[in-house]
């Protein structure tokens, strides 16, 4: 069973950064895809960075590229780096994680949102 635990949410100004971490537990074979998701108040919940950490492909959404840069820090722990922090990244952020035999298995699962594994979430607030 794979759990996954976010942190480093927190409330900045625009143009500020943050580092978020996801921290999973359990057999890394059930969890070599990982993505970041977004969802703000109101809205569909939004797929933004992407990682198939067999070979470290990464993937974001348009609105993103630039400024998120996701990685794998270890076998445990993949980040998200946000830069240029801007008031429409407020949401709560979720990390997610699925099995793929390939990177473009990753890459559907990251569009289709389809992921065996949630965490919990941390918020993002962006101030202008």
């Known amino acids: 069973q794979v759990q996954l635990q976010e942190s480093g949410g927190a409330s900045v100004q625009a143009g500020g950064s943050l580092r978020l971490s996801c921290v999973a537990s359990g057999p890394l074979y059930s969890r070599n895809c990982v993505a970041w998701f977004r969802q703000a108040p109101g809205q569909e919940r939004e797929g933004v960075a992407g990682?198939?950490?067999?070979?470290?492909?990464t993937y974001y959404t348009d609105s993103v590229k630039g400024r998120f840069t996701v990685s794998q820090d270890n076998v445990r722990t993949t980040s998200l780096q946000i830069n240029n922090l801007k008031p429409e990244d407020t949401a709560m952020y979720y990390c997610?994680?699925?099995?793929?035999?390939?990177?473009?298995?990753?890459?559907?699962?990251?569009?289709?949102?389809?992921?065996?594994?949630w965490g919990q979430g941390t918020q993002v607030t962006v101030s202008s």
């Open positions: 990682v198939y950490t067999v070979d470290g492909d």
């Open positions: 997610a994680a699925r099995v793929s035999g390939a990177t473009a298995d990753c890459y559907s699962g990251f569009l289709k949102a389809d992921f065996a594994y």
